[in-house]
């Protein structure tokens, strides 16, 4: 029995009947997690089709919208699961296709939780790109969006928010005492880059993980640690006298660390967004002789387009590029030979089925063994 279908045989644990509301950005998602915990489900014994409820936010012409869902959720442990940044999704305003906005998906998930009329036994938000969670702190007079949205669906019942990565896990302050928990998809990864990279040695020698800032430096300190390699760091240089795009441009990216000459390195961050930053790094560690170069980012959204990275790889600059399925990947970027899709659904239908028996996620949040049995069979 897998370790899933064991939680499923666990039926004395069950908080209350299981149900999943896949918002409109998440349908694709929502079907790989449904079908894993479909089949736990069945393999502990229980005849079930699916644990999804449909549901959509219909709009009118003017642009105003309503949640509705379509079937009865009374008693029910809801998970709804929401991709804020999927900007393909899209909505009629005064004959015009709007594309939908952080916003615009963060005001469905509140008309969806409304739609449960307070029926349902307990509500839980599985929101891996969390709403506004780039602004993480306050400097004059700036709004905090993310804190107050949190507040938010606090206020409106949320027990549970389960986000991935985020920006600032610091913004859970606001919330302390709604469940929430910040989950990175290490294991995820590093089984990834195996399958892709059969060839690739992670031995000290060979190997090391180096930090893109001093923010990602905790992520990167994970990876270096479970790898037993060295670690380096880069911190940016700004121009304080001058802002642009509402912050003080980088003048430069300044190595510290041990010598990338001669080897593989590994580079993890939360967001690529218009990847300059990460495209100069890269260039940085070439130019102090580092062998091949591989980035991973959790929200892989490349706002300025991709062309700037298929010149990197044409010039050997970058081997490859990770992303996570957590949030929208263009079709474009997925037939790239340089991106390499992490896949999450597995570990989000663990997570949802570990809440839902009120069983500990300790071991989901930190895989170590995991990790540990991973590397030990690839020696």
């Given amino acids: 029995m897998s370790e899933g279908s064991t939680i499923f045989a666990k039926e004395q644990n069950n908080t209350a009947p299981l149900g999943i509301i896949s918002m409109e950005g998440t349908r694709e998602l929502g079907e790989k997690i449904n079908a894993y915990l479909v089949e736990w489900s069945k393999e502990a ?18 642009g ?4 509705l869902i379509k079937s ?6 809801l998970y709804f699961i929401v991709d804020t940044g999927n900007y393909s999704c899209t909505y009629n305003l005064f004959g015009y296709e709007n594309h939908m906005s952080p916003d615009d998906h963060f005001q469905d998930l509140k008309r969806l939780i409304q739609a449960t009329s307070g029926k349902a036994a307990r509500i839980n938000v599985i929101m891996p790109m969390l709403y506004g969670g780039r602004q993480h702190r306050r400097n004059y007079r700036e709004s905090l969006d993310c804190a107050f949205a949190l507040q938010e669906l606090e206020k409106m019942g949320v027990e549970n928010v389960v986000t991935f990565d985020a920006h600032d896990p610091r913004v859970q302050n606001a919330v302390p005492l709604m469940g929430m928990d910040n989950v990175m998809p290490t294991y995820q990864v590093l089984k990834a880059f195996l399958r892709d990279f059969p060839n690739i040695s992670f031995s000290r020698d060979n190997f090391m993980v180096v930090s893109p800032d001093e923010g990602a430096m905790s992520r990167n300190m994970y990876y270096a640690s479970v790898l037993g390699v060295d670690l ?5 240089r ?3 006298s001058r802002i642009v795009n509402g912050r003080n441009p980088i003048v430069a990216h300044e190595y510290l660390g041990a010598s990338v000459e001669g080897k593989d390195v590994f580079i993890t961050d939360d967001i690529i967004s218009s990847g300059e930053s990460m495209l100069d790094i890269a260039y940085e560690l070439k130019n102090k ?21 298929d010149e990197a790889y044409e010039k050997g600059m970058l081997a490859g590029v990770f992303g996570s399925n957590l949030t929208y990947l263009t079709p474009q970027l997925k037939s790239r030979e340089w991106f390499h899709e992490v896949d999450v659904s597995k570990y989000i239908a663990y997570f949802i089925a570990a809440i839902n028996h009120n069983i500990s996620i300790s071991s989901i949040v930190d895989p170590i063994e995991k990790i540990k049995l991973l590397l030990k069979e690839r020696k």
């Avoid at 229980?46 to 009118?60: A, G, Q, S, W, Y």
Wanted: proline residues 2%; charged residues 30%; hydrophobic residues 30%.
């Fill in 64 to 67: 105003d919208s309503k949640g």
């Fill in 238 to 240: 700004r121009d304080y």
């Fill in 232 to 236: 380096g760091m880069f911190y940016k």
């Fill in 289 to 309: 002789n580092a062998k091949n170069i591989y980035a991973y980012a959790t929200y892989s959204i490349f706002t300025n387009g991709l062309e700037k990275f």
């Fill in 72 to 77: 009865t959720v009374r008693g029910d442990d």
């Fill in 45 to 62: 014994g229980k005849d079930v089709d699916t644990f999804l409820i449909e549901n959509e936010c219909p709009r009118f012409s003017s």
